[in-house]
């Protein structure tokens, strides 16, 4: 198993729930979830993550508490942001939170695992 923490911010728990178990499937025993933005902070203080996958409607619906989350997220943590279609929000927001891809939902697990490989090695 590997021991990297992956944190995943989507206010959709169903599509939290399938990442977590296909992130499981890989091999990342250590996935948390959250669609609580006020439980952000005591998530981020408790753990080092790796990598945080960050849906875009999250960021809609919480936009001080993951402005605050992303203010106090370590530099080597690596932003993902996830949505549906790729559009000049989310380009805007991958500046703004120095996000290193995106993924589209539905997931394409190949290109997830691609992303994560350097964790995998």
Not at 14 to 42: P, W, Y
Not at 59 to 87: M, P, S
Not at 106 to 114: F, G, R, V
Request: hydrophobic share 45%; with cysteine.
């Amino acid at each position: 198993m590997l021991n990297e923490n992956i944190l995943i911010l989507d206010i959709n728990l169903v599509f939290a729930e399938i990442l977590k178990e296909n992130l499981n499937m890989c091999g990342f025993n250590r996935v948390f979830l959250s669609t609580q933005h006020d439980l952000l902070a005591n998530v981020l203080c408790s753990h080092h993550f790796k990598f945080i996958f960050i849906d875009v409607e999250t960021i809609k619906n919480g936009q001080e508490e993951i402005d605050q989350f992303n203010a106090c997220r370590e530099l080597e943590t690596v932003a993902i942001l996830i949505h549906w279609e790729y559009t000049e929000e989310v380009v805007h927001l991958m500046k703004k939170y120095q996000a290193k891809r995106f993924i589209k939902k539905p997931y394409d697990m190949n290109l997830i695992t691609e992303i994560l490989n350097p964790a995998i090695l």
